[in-house]
């Protein structure tokens, strides 16, 4: 049984522009990965009338066909949270409070002071829900999120808009929930991850060429990132997706990859390596990758922030006419920063990152978006690699960031000790 979907946010800061929609993106994204294809999007400003009138709409659709929707955003404790009051005059239920939710909000609020406990009265409606609904709760936050039936098959789904909030209880809570309600039989999935090529590339040199041969009993999907894009191939018909994998990976065989920010962190785990990094145009933001899951503490051991040139002499000992000879951005310096790294931490895997993020410092030579990478392997072998980005700022620092790992995976998957 396949349902319509409808993922739905409400925010007037949304519908003004104040705010941007990434729930939405993420939703839909989760749920093909799942085996299931969002229909539509609706945005709703905090407006009980259009919320009302919308959810009425899908319940009206869900006589004719299963349907579920998604909705966030509304379940706060301000007057302008209408989620739970439209859904109540929908179902013409009343609500009650979470025991759960009431007693951990009490106990946030008393441990901030007087001033918090004289207004729990009033911010208690978040932990309100329909009568008789599945409830979903909140370990992130206070919000309970709820599932409420539309109609034979037909599902609301309302979660909090808080992103943080919203993916844990999607991913926990919701998730083993949408799989019950519509299982999908023998549905296998395969993903593989391709490094610094487009979509449409991809679907011009691998899709269309083989879509007779494997794309009759399987379907595809591609999601973009920062520096590499996700494809995603389901079927019943498992030999059928090993015989793609296979194709892919025999096409594709030097920028083709597994999860790399999951991959890197079990091997060196396993492997009881450790890492260290430099890096210069990221700004840090190769180390909050490394760190962002537990157990991190134990192969990464830190490293250093050398944005301006003479941090880079100073702390990493960068040879000044090195620098002033080939340019910061270069791969000669990308390698005498983790040459310098390695001398200062002694780990397994140093990593070096040297780069013009832009919008301004590019040249003909050294456009806006190149980044020099330096690697420094258990084994000691120390290699350079230079990219172009693509992209604004934000984007040139993201994929620096991620190809840097990509690096450090190649590495562990392929190298000789």
């Avoid at 949304?14 to 989760?30: E, Y």
């Avoid at 004719?64 to 179902?91: H, N, W």
């Avoid at 329909?130 to 037909?154: Q, R, W």
């Amino acid at each position: 049984m396949t349902p319509y979907i409808v993922i739905l946010s409400t925010g007037s800061e949304l519908t003004a522009g104040r705010s941007v929609d990434t729930n939405s993106g993420w939703i839909a994204n989760q749920l093909f990965e799942l085996g299931w294809k969002v229909k539509k999007f609706i945005t709703l400003p905090d407006d009980p009338i259009l919320i009302l009138s919308e959810l009425q709409t899908l319940q009206s659709l869900a006589k004719e066909k299963p349907v579920l929707a998604i909705m966030t955003g509304g379940l706060g404790p301000t007057e302008d949270d209408y989620t739970l009051q439209t859904v109540l005059q929908l179902t013409g239920k009343k609500s009650y409070s979470v025991e759960k939710a009431k007693l951990r909000l009490t106990k946030i609020y008393e441990s901030r002071g007087k001033e918090y406990k004289d207004i729990l009265p009033s911010v208690f409606r978040q932990t309100h829900v329909p009568e008789g609904c599945k409830t979903l709760d909140n370990s992130v936050g206070i919000a309970v999120g709820f599932v409420e039936s539309l109609g034979e098959h037909s599902y609301l789904v309302c979660m909090p808009g808080v992103p943080s909030e919203m993916t844990e209880m999607f991913k926990r809570r919701l998730v083993p929930e949408l799989k019950k309600l519509y299982p999908r039989e023998n549905l296998v999935q395969k993903t593989k991850w391709l490094w610094n090529m487009g979509e449409s590339l991809f679907q011009n040199d691998f899709i269309e060429p083989n879509r007779d041969q494997f794309f009759k009993e399987a379907e595809w999907g591609v999601t973009a990132n920062r520096g590499y894009i996700k494809c995603i191939f389901q079927s019943t018909n498992e030999p059928l997706l090993e015989t793609i994998i296979q194709h892919l990976e025999a096409q594709y065989p030097k920028i083709i990859s597994d999860d790399v920010f999951q991959y890197v962190h079990e091997q060196l785990l396993k492997e009881g390596l450790t890492i260290s990094v430099a890096e210069s145009c990221t700004g840090g933001l190769l180390g909050k990758k490394l760190t962002e899951q537990p157990g991190s503490s134990a192969y990464f051991l830190g490293g250093f922030l050398t944005y301006a040139n003479e941090f880079k002499t100073n702390l990493l000992e960068v040879p000044m006419d090195t620098i002033e000879t080939y340019g910061a951005v270069s791969d000669e310096v990308a390698k005498a920063m983790v040459e310098g790294l390695y001398q200062k931490t002694r780990t397994d895997f140093g990593v070096s990152i040297t780069g013009i993020a832009g919008p301004d410092g590019g040249s003909d030579n050294k456009p806006v978006g190149t980044v020099c990478f330096g690697l420094k392997e258990p084994n000691g072998k120390i290699s350079v690699h230079r990219y172009v980005f693509p992209g604004n700022r934000e984007a040139i620092r993201e994929n620096a960031s991620n190809t840097a790992l990509f690096l450090v995976y190649q590495s562990l998957k392929f190298r000789t000790v």
